[in-house]
């Protein structure tokens, strides 16, 4: 089965985890990113809302991975709802209202409720709300990011009594707490992780997400794997029709079928998402990056950009700099 082939295929790299704790009804900046991002809400719930007019409101045991390039803002928001896992609190000393490196402390925000008071608020500080945070670096076939078509983000629950809770915890542990070998570990158990997410994904939503519907016909697949692997190339749909060995008429209706919108302008995005990449990650002109991807004019590719991620170039490349900063 292709898909078994695909996450067989996967590589992860492990990147550092933060945990972000926030104040109740105070906001945290999150920035954007050229990669996806995952979050794991620990304690209390949090708003996070996106330059899309996007909110999402996660509780307790949420895992969301987010797309990459949305911008986030997250807001604190109290409930007396908590995961539970057995053992004693720790005390994190640590200020509200920031993100800092992953330690040990993460567990004080995963024990018994009964170390809180009715009114959700914690026996030593303020009610915080408290969410572990990284990018999400997975990728496939020479490369291509196994989370990068993403448009909508990814929501799942994770108790500690479940696989992919489990999981999740004993990840944060081998960071928190690292050792010989923890690492190799770590990254077994974040593909584990991913692998649990996207089968309770698949069972809720059935699959449908753009790689997974190409990987149902191989020929959609190489046409797919071009596109992703250099969005830059002087693609069109002679060109991909003829990767996927298919009319053109034949391949525009059944790309169209698998992915609910067209070859081109899945094609467009793709490049619009590396235009992206180019501003947080490169010195090059704008006038340069809209060639590079495919603009011949620069006042009709910030058009193009500024529809797709309602921001200016000039302006996104600011903002990724200072967030990187």
């Known amino acids: ?22 104040e109740t009804g105070a906001a945290l900046d999150l920035g954007a990113h050229a990669v996806p991002t995952i979050h794991y809400l620990l304690q209390g719930s949090a708003e996070i809302s996106f330059t899309q007019d996007r909110r999402l409101l996660l509780h307790p045991g949420t895992v969301a991975i987010i ?3 949305w911008h986030q803002h997250m807001t604190a928001r109290w409930t007396d709802e908590a995961l539970t896992l057995t053992g004693e609190p720790i005390a994190s000393g640590v200020n509200s209202n920031c993100c800092r490196d992953l330690d040990p402390s ?11 008071d009715p009114l959700g608020q914690e026996a030593t500080g303020q009610p915080r709300t408290v969410m572990a945070c990284s990018l999400l670096r997975a990728s496939f076939c020479a490369g291509t990011g196994l989370f990068d078509y993403l448009d909508e983000p990814i929501i799942a629950r994770a108790l500690p009594n479940d696989p992919l809770g489990w999981t999740l915890n004993r990840l944060l542990e081998e960071l928190a707490t690292p050792r010989p070998g923890s ?3 770590a990254r077994v158990l974040l593909k584990e992780s991913l692998i ?10 059935d699959c449908r997400l753009p790689w997974l519907a190409a990987l149902e016909d191989e020929r959609l697949a190489r046409s797919l794997l071009a596109m992703t692997n250099d969005p830059t190339a002087p693609h069109d749909l002679e060109s991909l029709a003829a990767l996927a060995g298919m009319s053109r008429s034949s391949f525009a209706q059944r790309f169209s079928d ?21 501003l947080s ?7 340069r990056i809209a060639q590079k991807v495919g603009y011949q004019s620069r006042s009709y590719f910030t058009r193009a950009f500024q529809t797709r991620f309602k921001i200016a170039p000039g302006a996104y490349r600011r903002r990724s700099r200072q967030v990187a900063k």
Do not use: Y
């Open 1 to 22: 089965m292709l898909l078994n082939n695909l996450l067989d295929a996967t590589e992860v790299t492990v990147e550092p985890f933060a945990i972000c704790e926030v």
């Open 67 to 69: 797309p990459a390039h």
């Open 281 to 287: 990650g490169s010195s090059l002109p704008i006038d």
């Open 183 to 185: 690492l190799a570990s």
């Open 258 to 278: 698998a992915f609910g919108r067209g070859a081109i302008d899945l094609l467009i995005e793709l490049r619009l998402k590396h235009a992206a990449q180019l």
């Open 106 to 116: 993460w567990r004080h925000h995963l024990v018994l409720r009964e170390t809180h």
């Open 196 to 205: 649990l997410l996207l089968r309770g994904h698949c069972k809720e939503e």
